[in-house]
């Protein structure tokens, strides 16, 4: 089982940023997949969650309006598309795929915004 994040950076206040989360060794599909993220001194919080079936999703209030999250079951990939990103978003942001008992976790990227 495998989840490994990319395009993470350094980016400008009010600047734009696109995750990628790429699984395997998993049923993808079936699972409810997630962005967490983790700031320096403050415990790891959702960000945003998309459900297997129809993809309806859920965001934290901080980011409702500029965090887009999608996912594409035939390539076992979840994105996650931040706009207008803030100082305060500065973060390693982690990829989730969780069912049932099951709780995966990816290596987190790093997003720094910062001018």
């Known amino acids: 089982v495998q989840l490994v994040e990319s395009g993470g950076g350094l980016v400008p206040p009010g600047g734009s940023l696109r995750l990628s989360c790429a699984a395997s060794?998993?049923?993808?599909?079936?699972?409810?997949t997630s962005w967490y993220r983790q700031a320096p001194g403050k415990e790891r919080e959702l960000v945003a969650l998309i459900r297997s079936a129809g993809g309806a999703s859920n965001y934290a209030d901080s980011v409702k309006g500029r965090f887009t999250i999608s996912r594409d079951n035939a390539k076992n990939m979840v994105f996650l598309q931040m706009n207008s990103l803030k100082p305060e978003d500065t973060a390693v942001y982690y990829c989730?795929?969780?069912?049932?008992?099951?709780?995966?976790w990816g290596q987190g990227t790093q997003v720094t915004v910062s001018s």
């Open positions: 989730n795929g969780r069912l049932l008992m099951n709780n995966y």
């Open positions: 060794g998993f049923t993808f599909s079936t699972y409810v």
